[in-house]
Protein backbone atom coordinates (compact mmCIF):
# COMPACT_ATOMS: atom_id res chain seq x y z
CA UNK A 1 0.00 0.00 0.00
CA UNK A 2 1.50 3.63 -0.83
CA UNK A 3 1.22 6.52 1.32
CA UNK A 4 0.50 8.59 -1.36
CA UNK A 5 -2.14 6.98 -3.46
CA UNK A 6 -5.30 4.77 -2.88
CA UNK A 7 -4.69 1.56 -5.02
CA UNK A 8 -6.77 1.77 -7.80
CA UNK A 9 -9.53 -0.80 -8.22
CA UNK A 10 -11.87 0.40 -10.63
CA UNK A 11 -12.15 -1.93 -13.43
CA UNK A 12 -10.85 -0.18 -16.99
CA UNK A 13 -12.44 0.46 -20.02
CA UNK A 14 -14.11 -2.43 -21.66
CA UNK A 15 -16.38 -1.36 -24.63
CA UNK A 16 -18.62 0.35 -21.93
CA UNK A 17 -21.12 3.35 -23.51
CA UNK A 18 -20.95 6.58 -21.91
CA UNK A 19 -22.52 9.25 -24.44
CA UNK A 20 -25.51 9.31 -26.50
CA UNK A 21 -25.78 9.72 -30.11
CA UNK A 22 -25.44 13.55 -30.22
CA UNK A 23 -22.51 13.15 -27.88
CA UNK A 24 -24.55 13.88 -24.53
CA UNK A 25 -23.63 11.55 -21.11
CA UNK A 26 -26.10 8.77 -21.34
CA UNK A 27 -28.92 10.05 -18.48
CA UNK A 28 -28.23 8.05 -15.71
CA UNK A 29 -24.86 9.56 -15.39
CA UNK A 30 -25.24 13.11 -16.26
CA UNK A 31 -27.78 12.98 -13.18
CA UNK A 32 -25.86 11.36 -11.03
CA UNK A 33 -23.45 13.97 -11.73
CA UNK A 34 -26.11 17.10 -11.31
CA UNK A 35 -26.69 15.97 -8.40
CA UNK A 36 -23.27 15.71 -6.97
CA UNK A 37 -22.60 18.81 -8.62
CA UNK A 38 -25.43 20.80 -6.77
CA UNK A 39 -25.14 18.98 -3.39
CA UNK A 40 -22.17 20.28 -3.31
CA UNK A 41 -22.49 23.61 -4.86
CA UNK A 42 -24.96 23.87 -1.66
CA UNK A 43 -22.41 22.59 0.47
CA UNK A 44 -20.02 25.55 -0.54
CA UNK A 45 -22.30 28.29 -0.31
CA UNK A 46 -23.23 27.17 3.38
CA UNK A 47 -19.59 28.20 4.10
CA UNK A 48 -18.84 30.79 1.41
CA UNK A 49 -18.77 33.32 4.35
CA UNK A 50 -16.42 31.26 6.28
CA UNK A 51 -13.68 32.24 3.01
CA UNK A 52 -11.05 34.10 4.05
CA UNK A 53 -11.78 37.75 1.91
CA UNK A 54 -7.77 39.01 2.66
CA UNK A 55 -6.88 36.21 -0.13
CA UNK A 56 -8.00 37.59 -3.34
CA UNK A 57 -6.25 34.94 -4.84
CA UNK A 58 -7.53 33.04 -7.99
CA UNK A 59 -5.09 30.20 -6.13
CA UNK A 60 -6.41 30.03 -2.89
CA UNK A 61 -9.10 32.88 -2.23
CA UNK A 62 -12.15 34.68 -3.66
CA UNK A 63 -10.94 35.12 -7.34
CA UNK A 64 -11.18 31.16 -7.84
CA UNK A 65 -14.16 30.91 -7.02
CA UNK A 66 -15.84 33.67 -8.76
CA UNK A 67 -13.81 31.59 -11.64
CA UNK A 68 -15.90 28.39 -10.89
CA UNK A 69 -19.16 30.48 -10.86
CA UNK A 70 -18.41 31.58 -14.39
CA UNK A 71 -17.85 28.32 -15.03
CA UNK A 72 -20.65 26.97 -14.24
CA UNK A 73 -22.57 30.16 -15.36
CA UNK A 74 -21.93 28.70 -19.40
CA UNK A 75 -22.72 25.34 -18.48
CA UNK A 76 -26.45 25.74 -16.73
CA UNK A 77 -27.72 28.31 -18.62
CA UNK A 78 -30.85 28.06 -16.12
CA UNK A 79 -28.70 29.21 -13.09
CA UNK A 80 -26.78 31.79 -15.23
CA UNK A 81 -27.84 35.06 -13.69
CA UNK A 82 -27.27 33.87 -10.21
CA UNK A 83 -23.81 32.31 -10.93
CA UNK A 84 -22.78 35.48 -12.40
CA UNK A 85 -23.79 37.39 -9.52
CA UNK A 86 -22.34 35.49 -7.11
CA UNK A 87 -19.02 35.48 -9.08
CA UNK A 88 -19.21 39.46 -9.44
CA UNK A 89 -19.90 39.84 -5.55
CA UNK A 90 -16.60 37.84 -5.12
CA UNK A 91 -14.31 39.56 -7.67
CA UNK A 92 -15.45 42.63 -6.45
CA UNK A 93 -14.39 40.76 -2.71
CA UNK A 94 -11.11 40.25 -4.63
CA UNK A 95 -9.99 43.30 -5.76
CA UNK A 96 -10.17 45.34 -2.56
CA UNK A 97 -7.12 42.92 -1.97
CA UNK A 98 -5.05 44.14 -5.22
CA UNK A 99 -1.68 45.87 -4.93
CA UNK A 100 -0.41 45.56 -7.84
CA UNK A 101 3.02 43.93 -5.58
CA UNK A 102 2.31 40.33 -7.48
CA UNK A 103 2.34 39.19 -10.81
CA UNK A 104 1.17 35.86 -11.41
CA UNK A 105 -2.62 34.63 -12.68
CA UNK A 106 -2.51 32.28 -10.00
CA UNK A 107 -1.62 33.83 -6.90
CA UNK A 108 -0.69 37.51 -7.70
CA UNK A 109 -3.01 40.68 -9.24
CA UNK A 110 -3.36 40.41 -12.98
CA UNK A 111 -5.37 37.05 -12.18
CA UNK A 112 -8.43 38.85 -9.88
CA UNK A 113 -7.68 41.70 -12.75
CA UNK A 114 -8.65 39.68 -15.42
CA UNK A 115 -11.31 37.33 -14.12
CA UNK A 116 -13.31 41.14 -13.46
CA UNK A 117 -12.75 42.81 -16.69
CA UNK A 118 -14.33 39.26 -18.36
CA UNK A 119 -17.60 40.15 -15.31
CA UNK A 120 -17.41 43.95 -16.12
CA UNK A 121 -17.26 43.28 -19.63
CA UNK A 122 -20.36 40.78 -19.51
CA UNK A 123 -22.23 44.23 -17.63
CA UNK A 124 -21.20 46.37 -20.23
CA UNK A 125 -19.45 48.57 -17.79
CA UNK A 126 -15.80 49.83 -19.98
CA UNK A 127 -14.95 51.95 -17.26
CA UNK A 128 -14.13 49.30 -15.36
CA UNK A 129 -13.31 46.87 -18.03
CA UNK A 130 -10.70 49.48 -18.93
CA UNK A 131 -9.41 50.03 -15.38
CA UNK A 132 -8.47 46.63 -15.10
CA UNK A 133 -6.44 46.44 -18.13
CA UNK A 134 -4.79 49.17 -17.49
CA UNK A 135 -3.99 47.97 -14.52
CA UNK A 136 -2.65 44.29 -16.22
CA UNK A 137 -0.49 46.18 -18.23
CA UNK A 138 1.15 48.40 -15.57
CA UNK A 139 2.38 45.49 -14.27
CA UNK A 140 4.10 44.49 -17.67
CA UNK A 141 7.77 46.22 -16.77
CA UNK A 142 8.06 44.46 -13.40
CA UNK A 143 6.97 41.24 -14.68
CA UNK A 144 9.65 41.08 -17.50
CA UNK A 145 12.29 42.37 -15.24
CA UNK A 146 15.15 39.95 -14.18
CA UNK A 147 13.96 40.31 -10.87
CA UNK A 148 11.21 37.85 -11.15
CA UNK A 149 11.22 34.07 -11.40
CA UNK A 150 9.87 32.79 -14.40
CA UNK A 151 6.95 29.74 -13.45
CA UNK A 152 3.54 29.72 -13.85
CA UNK A 153 2.68 29.72 -9.64
CA UNK A 154 4.52 33.11 -8.73
CA UNK A 155 6.34 34.23 -11.65
CA UNK A 156 6.22 35.96 -15.43
CA UNK A 157 4.60 32.83 -17.30
CA UNK A 158 1.65 33.40 -14.68
CA UNK A 159 1.23 36.99 -15.65
CA UNK A 160 1.80 36.01 -19.45
CA UNK A 161 -1.57 33.76 -19.10
CA UNK A 162 -3.07 36.75 -17.66
CA UNK A 163 -2.83 38.54 -20.88
CA UNK A 164 -3.56 35.63 -22.90
CA UNK A 165 -6.69 35.21 -20.21
CA UNK A 166 -8.28 38.20 -21.34
CA UNK A 167 -7.62 38.23 -24.64
CA UNK A 168 -9.42 35.33 -25.68
CA UNK A 169 -12.69 35.81 -22.98
CA UNK A 170 -13.31 39.36 -24.37
CA UNK A 171 -11.23 40.02 -27.42
CA UNK A 172 -8.01 39.60 -29.10
CA UNK A 173 -6.84 43.37 -29.44
CA UNK A 174 -7.30 44.11 -25.61
CA UNK A 175 -3.51 43.43 -25.15
CA UNK A 176 -1.48 44.95 -27.72
CA UNK A 177 0.60 42.10 -29.66
CA UNK A 178 3.78 44.29 -28.40
CA UNK A 179 3.27 43.58 -24.63
CA UNK A 180 2.44 39.90 -25.37
CA UNK A 181 5.85 39.89 -27.28
CA UNK A 182 7.66 41.70 -24.76
CA UNK A 183 6.88 39.23 -21.64
CA UNK A 184 7.30 36.06 -24.32
CA UNK A 185 10.78 37.06 -25.00
CA UNK A 186 11.69 38.33 -21.53
CA UNK A 187 10.75 34.33 -20.90
CA UNK A 188 12.79 33.42 -23.30
CA UNK A 189 15.84 35.10 -22.94
CA UNK A 190 15.88 34.33 -19.13
CA UNK A 191 15.82 30.59 -19.78
CA UNK A 192 18.21 30.97 -22.31
CA UNK A 193 20.82 32.85 -20.25
CA UNK A 194 20.06 30.28 -17.13
CA UNK A 195 20.78 27.68 -19.34
CA UNK A 196 24.06 28.92 -20.48
CA UNK A 197 25.15 29.49 -16.97
CA UNK A 198 24.55 25.83 -16.02
CA UNK A 199 25.76 24.53 -19.06
CA UNK A 200 22.11 22.70 -19.48
CA UNK A 201 21.58 20.04 -22.72
CA UNK A 202 18.33 22.17 -23.11
CA UNK A 203 18.14 25.63 -24.86
CA UNK A 204 15.97 26.83 -22.27
CA UNK A 205 16.19 26.38 -18.25
CA UNK A 206 14.77 27.92 -15.54
CA UNK A 207 15.09 27.33 -11.64
CA UNK A 208 12.91 28.50 -8.71
CA UNK A 209 14.20 28.67 -5.27
CA UNK A 210 17.49 27.60 -6.40
CA UNK A 211 15.80 24.21 -7.86
CA UNK A 212 15.62 22.96 -11.43
CA UNK A 213 11.69 22.18 -11.23
CA UNK A 214 10.35 19.92 -14.65
CA UNK A 215 6.76 20.24 -13.50
CA UNK A 216 3.47 22.05 -14.63
CA UNK A 217 3.35 24.43 -10.89
CA UNK A 218 7.43 25.46 -11.01
CA UNK A 219 9.25 24.32 -13.94
CA UNK A 220 9.94 23.78 -17.12
CA UNK A 221 7.31 21.94 -18.45
CA UNK A 222 4.51 24.73 -17.44
CA UNK A 223 6.42 27.57 -18.61
CA UNK A 224 6.66 25.71 -22.31
CA UNK A 225 3.33 24.40 -22.32
CA UNK A 226 2.28 27.84 -22.07
CA UNK A 227 4.82 29.37 -24.42
CA UNK A 228 3.97 26.99 -27.13
CA UNK A 229 0.11 27.86 -27.02
CA UNK A 230 1.00 31.62 -27.24
CA UNK A 231 3.46 31.16 -30.42
CA UNK A 232 0.95 28.80 -32.20
CA UNK A 233 -1.95 31.73 -31.44
CA UNK A 234 -2.82 33.40 -35.27
CA UNK A 235 -1.91 36.64 -33.27
CA UNK A 236 1.44 35.84 -32.66
CA UNK A 237 2.78 34.52 -36.04
CA UNK A 238 6.47 36.75 -35.47
CA UNK A 239 6.75 34.55 -32.35
CA UNK A 240 6.55 31.18 -34.02
CA UNK A 241 10.24 30.36 -35.08
CA UNK A 242 10.55 30.29 -31.35
CA UNK A 243 8.64 26.58 -31.77
CA UNK A 244 11.00 25.05 -33.72
CA UNK A 245 14.44 26.67 -32.45
CA UNK A 246 13.93 26.67 -28.47
CA UNK A 247 10.96 25.23 -27.59
CA UNK A 248 10.75 21.36 -29.35
CA UNK A 249 14.57 21.25 -28.26
CA UNK A 250 13.73 21.92 -24.80
CA UNK A 251 10.27 19.62 -24.95
CA UNK A 252 12.73 16.70 -26.59
CA UNK A 253 14.97 17.71 -23.19
CA UNK A 254 12.50 16.92 -21.26
CA UNK A 255 11.72 13.43 -22.64
CA UNK A 256 14.98 12.68 -20.88
CA UNK A 257 13.34 13.20 -17.53
CA UNK A 258 10.96 10.06 -17.36
CA UNK A 259 11.35 7.45 -15.06
CA UNK A 260 11.37 4.02 -15.64
CA UNK A 261 8.09 3.81 -14.27
CA UNK A 262 6.78 6.33 -17.01
CA UNK A 263 6.33 9.25 -14.07
CA UNK A 264 9.01 12.29 -15.07
CA UNK A 265 11.35 13.30 -12.54
CA UNK A 266 10.11 16.61 -10.10
CA UNK A 267 13.27 17.99 -10.26
CA UNK A 268 16.54 17.82 -11.99
CA UNK A 269 17.92 16.92 -8.92
CA UNK A 270 15.57 14.47 -7.65
CA UNK A 271 16.42 10.75 -7.33
CA UNK A 272 12.79 9.78 -6.22
CA UNK A 273 9.74 8.68 -7.83
CA UNK A 274 7.13 9.92 -5.30
CA UNK A 275 5.04 12.79 -7.00
CA UNK A 276 2.23 12.12 -9.85
CA UNK A 277 0.09 15.35 -9.92
CA UNK A 278 -0.20 18.40 -11.52
CA UNK A 279 1.89 20.58 -9.85
CA UNK A 280 5.08 17.47 -9.80
CA UNK A 281 5.16 14.51 -12.07
CA UNK A 282 3.30 12.82 -14.76
CA UNK A 283 0.26 14.94 -14.82
CA UNK A 284 1.60 18.28 -16.25
CA UNK A 285 3.85 16.48 -18.73
CA UNK A 286 0.47 15.01 -20.20
CA UNK A 287 -0.64 18.38 -20.87
CA UNK A 288 2.53 19.19 -22.57
CA UNK A 289 2.53 16.35 -24.76
CA UNK A 290 -0.98 16.46 -26.26
CA UNK A 291 -0.11 20.11 -26.97
CA UNK A 292 2.83 19.48 -28.41
CA UNK A 293 1.28 16.40 -30.71
CA UNK A 294 -1.51 18.86 -32.07
CA UNK A 295 1.44 21.48 -32.44
CA UNK A 296 3.47 19.23 -34.78
CA UNK A 297 1.20 15.84 -35.66
CA UNK A 298 4.28 14.10 -34.17
CA UNK A 299 2.42 10.75 -32.60
CA UNK A 300 5.29 9.90 -30.60
CA UNK A 301 4.30 12.54 -28.44
CA UNK A 302 0.89 11.41 -27.88
CA UNK A 303 2.56 8.30 -27.15
CA UNK A 304 4.32 9.78 -24.22
CA UNK A 305 1.12 10.90 -23.27
CA UNK A 306 -0.72 8.33 -23.22
CA UNK A 307 2.34 6.71 -21.33
CA UNK A 308 2.23 9.38 -18.63
CA UNK A 309 -1.50 9.28 -18.78
CA UNK A 310 -1.47 5.62 -17.97
CA UNK A 311 0.58 6.31 -14.52
CA UNK A 312 -1.84 8.82 -13.55
CA UNK A 313 -4.35 6.14 -13.72
CA UNK A 314 -2.63 3.94 -11.97
CA UNK A 315 -1.18 6.42 -9.20
CA UNK A 316 -3.60 9.21 -9.94
CA UNK A 317 -6.08 8.68 -6.89
CA UNK A 318 -3.86 10.64 -4.60
CA UNK A 319 -4.33 10.53 -0.75
CA UNK A 320 -3.66 14.37 -0.44
CA UNK A 321 -7.44 15.15 -1.81
CA UNK A 322 -9.59 15.57 -4.08
CA UNK A 323 -8.49 19.06 -5.47
CA UNK A 324 -6.83 20.53 -8.80
CA UNK A 325 -3.24 21.36 -7.63
CA UNK A 326 -2.13 17.98 -5.82
CA UNK A 327 -5.15 15.99 -5.51
CA UNK A 328 -7.33 13.68 -7.72
CA UNK A 329 -9.53 16.11 -9.80
CA UNK A 330 -6.56 17.80 -11.27
CA UNK A 331 -5.21 14.12 -12.04
CA UNK A 332 -8.57 13.48 -13.87
CA UNK A 333 -8.48 16.47 -15.97
CA UNK A 334 -5.25 14.11 -17.67
CA UNK A 335 -7.95 11.58 -18.91
CA UNK A 336 -10.68 14.39 -20.30
CA UNK A 337 -7.65 16.19 -22.17
CA UNK A 338 -6.56 12.74 -23.84
CA UNK A 339 -10.01 12.10 -24.66
CA UNK A 340 -10.31 15.13 -26.39
CA UNK A 341 -7.40 14.92 -28.47
CA UNK A 342 -7.70 10.78 -29.03
CA UNK A 343 -11.59 10.44 -29.18
CA UNK A 344 -10.26 6.89 -27.42
CA UNK A 345 -13.74 6.55 -24.96
CA UNK A 346 -10.64 4.55 -22.81
CA UNK A 347 -10.09 7.80 -21.79
CA UNK A 348 -13.68 9.10 -21.33
CA UNK A 349 -14.15 5.90 -18.70
CA UNK A 350 -11.07 7.03 -16.89
CA UNK A 351 -11.89 10.61 -15.98
CA UNK A 352 -15.75 9.32 -14.79
CA UNK A 353 -14.59 6.42 -12.74
CA UNK A 354 -11.97 9.20 -10.58
CA UNK A 355 -15.48 11.28 -10.84
CA UNK A 356 -16.84 8.13 -9.04
CA UNK A 357 -14.08 8.60 -6.53
CA UNK A 358 -15.00 12.19 -6.37
CA UNK A 359 -18.69 11.98 -5.83
CA UNK A 360 -17.35 10.08 -2.07
CA UNK A 361 -16.16 13.44 -1.46
CA UNK A 362 -14.54 13.40 2.38
CA UNK A 363 -15.25 9.92 3.43
CA UNK A 364 -11.91 8.80 2.09
CA UNK A 365 -8.95 8.44 4.49
CA UNK A 366 -7.49 11.45 2.82
CA UNK A 367 -3.69 12.33 5.17
CA UNK A 368 -4.62 16.04 5.34
CA UNK A 369 -7.73 18.61 5.17
CA UNK A 370 -6.54 21.39 2.71
CA UNK A 371 -5.80 24.67 4.51
CA UNK A 372 -8.38 26.57 2.20
CA UNK A 373 -10.74 23.49 1.99
CA UNK A 374 -13.42 25.66 -0.46
CA UNK A 375 -10.59 26.97 -2.51
CA UNK A 376 -10.14 26.83 -6.81
CA UNK A 377 -6.69 24.57 -6.55
CA UNK A 378 -6.80 23.22 -3.14
CA UNK A 379 -10.13 22.69 -2.25
CA UNK A 380 -13.74 22.03 -3.10
CA UNK A 381 -14.54 24.32 -5.78
CA UNK A 382 -11.95 22.74 -8.14
CA UNK A 383 -12.96 19.54 -7.74
CA UNK A 384 -16.58 20.75 -8.64
CA UNK A 385 -14.82 22.62 -11.55
CA UNK A 386 -13.70 19.40 -12.83
CA UNK A 387 -17.11 17.26 -12.30
CA UNK A 388 -18.87 20.14 -14.30
CA UNK A 389 -16.31 19.65 -17.13
CA UNK A 390 -17.29 16.11 -17.30
CA UNK A 391 -20.63 17.34 -18.54
CA UNK A 392 -19.05 17.98 -21.26
CA UNK A 393 -16.04 16.16 -21.38
CA UNK A 394 -15.45 17.42 -25.68
CA UNK A 395 -15.02 20.92 -24.74
CA UNK A 396 -13.42 20.39 -21.13
CA UNK A 397 -9.87 22.45 -20.14
CA UNK A 398 -7.85 22.06 -16.61
CA UNK A 399 -8.83 25.55 -15.50
CA UNK A 400 -5.84 27.97 -16.24
CA UNK A 401 -4.60 25.93 -19.67
CA UNK A 402 -5.51 27.18 -23.21
Given amino acids: MSDRYFENHYTDYNGETYLTSNNQLIPEIYSNVTHWIEHYIRKL ?84 VNKCIDKIISM ?39 IVTEVFESIIKSGEKYAN ?45 YVQS ?29 LVQWCHGATGFVFLFV ?23 QRGLLRKGYGLCHGIAGNAYVFLDLYRATNNTKWLHRAIKFSEHCLDYGKHDISRTPDHPYSLFEGLSGTIYFMADIMNPKHARFPTLI
Fill in 45 to 128: ERHIDTIDRSDGSVYTGSAGIALLYLHLAILFPSEKDNYKSKAKMLIDSALQQVNGKRISFLTGDPGPLAIAAVIYNDLNDERM
Fill in 140 to 178: KDDAASDSKPDEFLYGRTGYLYSLIFVRRKIRSDIIDNR
Fill in 197 to 241: ETRSRSPLMYQWHDKEYMGAAHGVSGIIYLLLNVAQDDLCSNLRP
Fill in 246 to 274: HLLPTIEFLTTKRLPSGNYLSSSDSTTDR
Fill in 291 to 313: RTYETTGNRSYLDLATTAGDVVW
